[in-house]
């Protein structure tokens, strides 16, 4: 055991003492002097040992409970040793050490706290795996997409959590191999979701992957976002080749020798000034719904009267009703407020609807234009008597270039825009529009917050 001077200055006066005693015996040897000395010996002994207990023993004790407390996670206590050598030094090392650690602990648990928070407030869903493939951690976006609870996940095979055989193949693989792997994969929860996903292996000081974490994004409205725009283009081009083949094979037979015919010159160039209007139709849609989705359409909103706007449309449309046997009808509710916006897309949206209304309604049927006040908002619906829309295509119906008869639409001259544009301009409004059908006709109708 190692003394340092103190101590060793305490032990060296005891020393002396017990060798002058010792002197003093072999100087003076009778009894007297014999029990004298044994006496002080013993006095001095158990001074010694009591000198030892206070200084040492108790110290020590202290010092060692105060330790198993510290392991024991109790970092605030303090060892309280009051003295003036190595003990003090070393209780005071000890302090020191658990603030050390608390500090740290403190550090670690800020980091954890923070961790927690970033992953809490990630869009994207996270898991991570063992070395076993089983679950060890999932955030709350992946809780909330796939409708599973973290209680209930961990310990378990992520084949038994989320059930997607590519998904836990890829994990595995990335598992075994030690290396970052990206792949989409579609899964079911409970409609088709494309994700994509980026696992990485968790790799320990011993380069054994300790697991594997994965980050799956969803990116399906990003795929249908790209199938559109593939859409649009095969559309585009199918819309304008059509009426131009057709111009370009009257514009053939006419230049070999047609036009000596007046009859069917007439007819041809008839035909041709059909198409022509088509395409104009076209293009002048086509640039509307691209400044509508580009957001360079600013409106200028002024107090809108609608029931103005429903009367206007109601006479434009008139003689094709009457032509067709149609009764168009408008009924709007007494003192309806105005709306904000912009009067003349709110012609273009009724105009649109009630062309398509008298276009897909057979002959002796019916189409009504009307508008209320509901729920702080101006309601303006159009029904019509028509054969309806097929529930499957209701989702699609504002897309662009969707026809539910192709042949129908383009017999009636329709563009495949009409609804696309309506859609936009009633979200540039701040509105919602809403479409219900069935066998016996269709509703469209239109909400927008009242000025």
């Given at each position: 055991m190692r003394f340092g001077i103190k101590s060793r200055t305490f032990f060296s006066y005891i020393a002396l003492l017990l060798i002058f005693i010792f002197l003093m015996v072999l100087y003076d040897n009778n009894i007297i002097s014999v029990y004298a000395a044994v006496v002080?010996?013993?006095?001095?002994?158990?001074?010694?040992?009591?000198?030892?207990?206070?200084?040492?023993?108790?110290?020590?004790?202290?010092?060692?409970?105060t330790a198993y407390e510290m392991a024991g996670g109790i970092l605030k206590k303090e060892i309280m040793v009051q003295a003036n050598d190595e003990i003090d030094e070393l209780a005071t090392s000890i302090n020191f050490m658990a603030q050390?650690?608390?500090?740290?602990?403190?550090?670690?648990?800020?980091?954890?706290?923070?961790?927690?928070?970033?992953?809490?407030?990630?869009?994207?869903?996270?898991?991570?795996?063992?070395?076993?493939?089983?679950?060890?951690?999932?955030?709350?976006?992946?809780?909330?997409?796939?409708?599973?609870?973290?209680?209930?996940?961990?310990?378990?095979?992520?084949i038994e959590v989320i059930r997607n055989y590519e998904l836990d193949?890829?994990?595995?693989?990335?598992?075994?191999?030690?290396?970052?792997?990206?792949?989409?994969?579609?899964?079911?929860?409970?409609?088709?979701?494309?994700?994509?996903?980026?696992?990485?292996?968790?790799?320990?000081?011993?380069?054994?992957?300790?697991?594997?974490?994965?980050?799956?994004?969803?990116?399906?409205?990003?795929?249908?976002?790209?199938?559109?725009?593939?859409?649009?283009?095969?559309?585009?081009?199918?819309?304008?080749?059509?009426?131009?083949?057709?111009i370009n094979g009257f514009l053939e037979t006419l230049l070999d020798g047609a036009m000596d015919e007046p009859e069917t010159s007439k007819y041809f160039l008839g035909i041709?000034?059909?198409?022509?209007?088509?395409?104009?139709?076209?293009?002048?849609?086509?640039?509307?719904?691209?400044?509508?989705?580009?957001?360079?359409?600013?409106?200028?909103?002024?107090?809108?009267?609608?029931s103005q706007v429903i009367n206007q449309v109601k006479e434009m449309f008139t003689y094709q009703a009457e032509a067709k046997s149609i009764k168009l009808t408008a009924k709007v509710m007494e003192n309806i407020p105005c709306v904000m916006g912009e009067r003349e897309l709110l012609v273009q949206v009724l105009v649109n609807l009630v062309d398509n209304a008298i276009k897909y309604?057979?002959?002796?049927?019916?189409?009504?234009?009307?508008?209320?006040?509901?729920?702080?908002?101006?309601?303006?619906?159009?029904?019509?008597?028509?054969?309806?829309?097929p529930a499957e295509s209701l989702p699609r119906l504002f897309e662009r270039f969707y026809r539910v008869d192709k042949a129908r639409s383009r017999e009636v001259g329709g563009t495949g825009l009409g609804l696309a544009?309506?859609?936009?301009?009633?979200?540039?409004?701040?509105?919602?529009?809403?479409?219900?059908?069935?066998?016996?006709?269709?509703?469209?109708?239109?909400?927008?917050?009242?000025?």
């Open positions: 002080t010996a013993i006095i001095s002994t158990l001074l010694i040992i009591y000198i030892t207990l206070e200084r040492l023993v108790k110290p020590l004790e202290e010092i060692t409970q050390q650690l608390r500090q740290n602990m403190i550090m670690m648990g800020e980091e954890r706290n923070r961790a927690k928070a970033i992953l809490d407030s990630m869009g994207e869903g996270v898991i991570a795996l063992d070395s076993e493939s089983r679950v060890i951690m999932i955030n709350p976006a992946l809780e909330k997409r796939f409708k599973i609870s973290r209680k209930n996940s961990l310990g378990k095979k992520v193949k890829l994990l595995r693989q990335v598992l075994h191999n030690k290396e970052p792997l990206s792949r989409e994969i579609t899964i079911v929860t409970p409609k088709p979701t494309v994700f994509k996903v980026h696992a990485t292996a968790l790799i320990t000081n011993a380069s054994t992957p300790a697991g594997v974490v994965a980050l799956m994004r969803d990116i399906t409205e990003r795929r249908q976002l790209d199938k559109m725009r593939t859409d649009f283009v095969a559309n585009v081009s199918h819309e304008l080749r059509t009426p131009l083949t057709s041709m000034k059909k198409e022509t209007d088509r395409l104009n139709r076209l293009i002048d849609d086509l640039l509307k719904l691209s400044q509508l989705e580009n957001n360079k359409t600013k409106l200028e909103k002024r107090p809108v009267d609608i309604t057979p002959e002796e049927g019916s189409v009504a234009i009307s508008a209320v006040v509901h729920q702080s908002k101006v309601k303006v619906s159009v029904n019509d008597t028509g054969f309806g829309i544009i309506v859609k936009h301009v009633i979200e540039l409004h701040e509105g919602k529009v809403e479409v219900d059908s069935s066998p016996k006709g269709t509703e469209f109708t239109f909400s927008l917050p009242m000025g």
